[in-house]
T-cell receptor, first 113, second 113 residues
Framework: GQSLEQPSEVTAVEGAIVQINCTYQTSGFYGLSWYQQHDGGAPTFLSYNALDGLEETGRFSSFLSRSDSYGYLLLQELQMKDSASYFCAVRDRRAAAGNKLTFGGGTRVLVKP | DAGITQSPRHKVTETGTPVTLRCHQTENHRYMYWYRQDPGHGLRLIHYSYGVKDTDKGEVSDGYSVSRSKTEDFLLTLESATSSQTSVYFC????????????FGPGTRLTVT
C-alpha cells in the first residue's frame, strides 16, 4: 500500500515563508504532486516532481528527495490568498491502467495579516 | 478551466435510498475518477475509469458502483446510502496515461440522514 504524512496545520504571517513537508511510503513511485484547495473549492494542481531537486513556479517551489522518500512545498512571500489546504500525492506505479493518485491528509495553511 | 461539471451540487437523502451522482466533461479526456473527501482523510479514490465501459476499484470502493457508457459521463451510484457515506464527492479527469495532473470538478456535498 501507500501512505503519505504531512502536517495538519501551519500558521504564518503575510510575507513570510512556509514549508510543507511530505513523507511517503510506497511500493512503487513515479513522482510527487502538490495540489491546492481553497475552502469550498476544488483541488487544483500546483506542481510535480519526478526527479530529485527543486522545481520553481513563481512564489511556489517544490522539492523531492527520492532516496529519503521526502518532499516539500515552499510558499514564499505569503499572501492572504494563499490561505488554503495543500495536499501531496503520489502516483501508483502498480496501476495496470489509469493514473491512480494517493493523497496525503492535507495541510491547512492560515495566513495572518 | 477544464470543462467538468457535477450534478447535483448538494443532496440530502435518507439512509437506505439509492443515490446517483453524475460527472460530465467536455474535454474528451480518457481517464475519469471519483474521490470522496472527509476531514483528516484528504482525498480517497473510490473508482476510476480508463475508457468507456472500463472501470476499476479504488481504495474505498465498498458500497459504491460506477458506470461509464460515454466518454463524457461517469456516474457514481450508492445503491443503499448509509450515514458513513456523508461526504464531499469530487470527480476528476486526466488526459494521458501516466499523467500526474488531474482536473477536478466543483464537488457534490452529500448528506445521508
Amino acid at each position: 500500500g501507500q501512505s503519505l504524512e504531512q502536517p495538519s496545520e501551519v500558521t504564518a504571517v503575510e510575507g513570510a515563508i512556509v514549508q510543507i513537508n511530505c513523507t511517503y511510503q510506497t511500493s512503487g513511485f513515479y513522482g510527487l504532486s502538490w495540489y491546492q484547495q481553497h475552502d469550498g473549492g476544488a483541488p487544483t494542481f500546483l506542481s510535480y516532481n519526478a526527479l530529485d531537486g527543486l522545481e520553481e513556479t513563481g512564489r511556489f517551489s517544490s522539492f523531492l528527495s527520492r532516496s529519503d522518500s521526502y518532499g516539500y512545498l515552499l510558499l514564499q512571500e505569503l499572501q492572504m490568498k494563499d490561505s488554503a489546504s495543500y495536499f501531496c500525492a503520489v502516483r501508483d506505479r502498480r496501476a495496470a491502467a489509469g493514473n491512480k493518485l494517493t493523497f496525503g491528509g492535507g495541510t491547512r495553511v492560515l495566513v495572518k495579516p | 478551466d477544464a470543462g467538468i461539471t457535477q450534478s447535483p451540487r448538494h443532496k440530502v437523502t435518507e439512509t437506505g435510498t439509492p443515490v446517483t451522482l453524475r460527472c460530465h466533461q467536455t474535454e474528451n479526456h480518457r481517464y475519469m475518477y471519483w474521490y470522496r473527501q472527509d476531514p483528516g482523510h484528504g482525498l480517497r479514490l473510490i473508482h476510476y475509469s480508463y475508457g468507456v465501459k472500463d472501470t476499476d476499484k479504488g481504495e474505498v470502493s465498498d458500497g459504491y458502483s460506477v458506470s461509464r457508457s460515454k466518454t463524457e459521463d461517469f456516474l457514481l451510484t450508492l445503491e443503499s446510502a448509509t450515514s458513513s457515506q456523508t461526504s464531499v464527492y469530487f470527480c476528476a479527469i486526466s488526459e494521458l496515461a501516466g499523467d500526474h495532473e488531474q482536473y477536478f470538478g466543483p464537488g457534490t456535498r452529500l448528506t445521508v440522514t
